[in-house]
T-cell receptor, first 112, second 112 residues
Framework: NAGVTQTPKFRVLKTGQSMTLLCAQD?????MYWYRQDPGMGLRLIHY???????AKGEVPDGYNVSRLKKQNFLLGLESAAPSQTSVYFC???????????FGSGTRLTVV | SQQGEEDPQALSIQEGENATMNCSYK?????LQWYRQNSGRGLVHLIL?????REKHSGRLRVTLDTSKKSSSLLITASRAADTASYFC????????????FGAGTRLFVKA
């Protein structure tokens, strides 16, 4: 019973490089989310998906793209990394908006 | 802007004491959730309380919700050193949508 699995756990990028963060859940949840967490700011929503093949923008979507080709996977892409994207990224899922989230363990990204 | 605001920002208590954390929010909600985050880890869902509920319990946790004051509290009774963590409240708006707003959290330190 893995829950929500994020890969990689750590990554260092140079400014301008691109990368993809992978999130996989095995709970058959409809809703999946990508958040970023910065010191003292709580979590901010980047993008979310309410079902396979659907995505929507959150609070801070600029510089990121997402895809949900399969129900269990939600990918977050950084097109051209910037130092401002240095953060801890969390993927989360839930069955519907009437339930709490299950979070992954996070990806710590540093852009130099 | 953040919907949920936790108070206090930090709390230090002795093992065995009770810890109370408060959360205030601005708009009508569908539900309010509390999460725990240990250092360097993902968030763990503790309790979800719906807007028509006033109190919920889970083990040593007690959550209250006062929709007239737009506030909630999380009480941890007989605290243990293992309760040391950050605690976040999160709200789903009554207006609908699929976004949850997280507060900046309360850092709890329980001294053995």
């Amino acid at each position: 019973n893995a829950g929500v699995t994020q890969t990689p756990k750590f990554r260092v990028l140079k400014t301008g490089q691109s990368m993809t963060l992978l999130c996989a859940q095995d709970m058959n949840h409809e809703y999946m989310y990508w958040y970023r967490q910065d010191p003292g700011m709580g979590l901010r929503l980047i993008h979310y998906s309410v079902g396979e093949g659907t995505t929507a923008k959150g609070e801070v979507p600029d510089g990121y793209n997402v895809s949900r080709l399969k129900k269990q996977n939600f990918l977050l892409g950084l097109e051209s990394a910037a130092p401002s994207q240095t953060s801890v990224y969390f993927c989360a899922s839930r069955p519907s908006m009437y339930y709490g989230y299950t979070f992954g363990s996070g990806t710590r990204l540093t852009v130099v | 802007s953040q919907q949920g605001e936790e108070d206090p920002q930090a709390l230090s208590i002795q093992e065995g004491e009770n810890a109370t954390m408060n959360c205030s929010y601005k708009t009508s909600i569908n539900n309010l959730q509390w999460y725990r985050q240990n250092s360097g880890r993902g968030l763990v869902h503790l309790i979800l309380i719906r807007s028509n509920e006033r109190e919920k319990h889970s083990g040593r946790l007690r959550v209250t919700l006062d929709t007239s004051k737009k506030s909630s509290s999380l009480l941890i009774t007989a605290s243990r050193a293992a309760d040391t963590a950050s605690y976040f409240c999160a709200t789903d708006a009554a207006a609908g949508g699929f976004k949850t707003i997280f507060g900046a959290g309360t850092r709890l330190f329980v001294k053995a």
